[in-house]
């Protein structure tokens, strides 16, 4: 079984990266072929700094290297050095329909909030290159938080589509959420998402220092009333604190309710706090000696090249479907 993942290097990475989607791309590692990329043509769907574009693709390779990511068994790769993304991309895009494409949330989302005249092409048409990036490698699995889902199930529109057209040609994937966590929610606002492209209190990043993670922590909004237990929608804020805790002790929701049924506000908060604290503080001592290893260029390199032969042999199969060749 095949599986395949991408983060964006936009902006800074959240806590609700780390857990929707970060932390459980490892546990595929042993007995799955694992490809893992860095979404960088993605990136550039939104104005963004060049500079921070080549800075955050390297602390990005760093980080799936500190969440447990073995290079001699995962496949790590930046987007933009498989030039087959971008030649899927130019094929998929006639199979894909303006109404569908202008009906996706992130698409609304994102376009809504900017200026309208200036919204390039390449946000309208983010899904063609994320199906490209999913059936180059003809994946099975694709571990994502909950926000994606809808790419991917685009994506499975498009491959019914042309298989129905050229016969069996490209591979179904299926989307893969964890099970505690596929939503973390904005400290500040737990109605919102936790979110890089925001910024503020609300947000832990996996850059802050530990002491503003605790801070803010101890100082995201809780609801009325005093008991902790999970109602997403009159308890979001203690929900989403239960979540996390859960999430990152690869326990229950259950089993947490139990453990702080008689816990004050104050004392739940700090507990996790301490949680988050101890988890992202050896990650980002780990992450840091990788950035600074010199490793990360060589490694992408590397990626690429494994990353092509299979890419390659997709695109060979799609172009002799269409009659490219
Ligand atoms: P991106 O970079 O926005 O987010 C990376 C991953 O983090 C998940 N995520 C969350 N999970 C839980 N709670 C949250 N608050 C939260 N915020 C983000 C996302 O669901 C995602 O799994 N389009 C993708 C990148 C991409 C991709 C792909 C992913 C490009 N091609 C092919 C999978 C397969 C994106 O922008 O994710």
Do not use: W
Not at 38 to 58: C, F, G, Q, S, Y
Not at 229 to 235: G, H, L, P, R
């Amino acid at each position: 079984m095949r599986v395949l993942s991408g983060i964006k290097p936009t902006g800074k990475l959240t806590l609700g990266n780390y857990i929707g989607a970060l932390k459980n791309f490892a546990q595929y590692q042993s007995d799955h072929d694992v490809f893992i990329f860095i979404a960088d043509l993605h990136a550039l769907t939104l104005p963004i700094d060049p500079d921070e574009l080549r800075t955050n693709t390297k602390l990005i390779t760093a980080f799936y290297l500190a969440s447990g990511l073995d290079p001699h068994k995962v496949t790590i790769f930046k987007q933009s050095d498989v030039s087959a993304h971008a030649e899927l991309n130019a094929i998929l895009q006639n199979y894909l329909y303006m109404g569908e494409l202008s009906r996706m949330t992130q698409f609304k989302e994102k376009s809504q909030a900017m200026d309208h005249s200036g919204i390039g092409l390449g946000l309208f048409a983010y899904p063609v290159l994320m199906a490209s990036d999913i059936l180059l490698y003809e994946a099975n699995i694709v571990p994502v938080g909950e926000d994606q889902i809808q790419h991917i199930e685009i994506t499975r529109d498009l491959v019914v589509r042309f298989n129905n057209r050229y016969g069996k040609v490209l591979v179904m994937p299926e989307p893969q959420v964890t099970r505690v966590g596929k939503r973390i929610m904005s400290l500040s606002d737990p109605t919102v998402k936790m979110s890089k492209s925001e910024s503020g209190k609300g947000d832990i990043y996996l850059t802050d220092d530990l002491k503003t993670m605790r801070k803010k922590i101890m100082s995201a909004v809780t609801d009325s009333g005093s008991e902790i237990y999970v109602d997403e929608e009159n308890k979001p804020g203690i929900t989403n604190l239960l979540t996390i805790y859960a999430a990152l002790t690869n326990q229950s929701l259950e089993a947490c309710v139990t453990k702080f049924k008689d816990y004050r506000y104050g004392d739940f908060k700090k507990e996790v706090a301490d949680v988050v604290v101890n988890t992202l503080g050896p990650f980002q001592a780990k992450a840091m000696a990788f950035l600074h290893s010199g490793e990360v260029d060589r490694l992408l390199a590397e990626g690429a090249k494994k990353a092509a032969i299979i890419a390659n042999k997709t695109l060979v199969k799609v172009k002799k479907a269409v009659g490219l060749i």
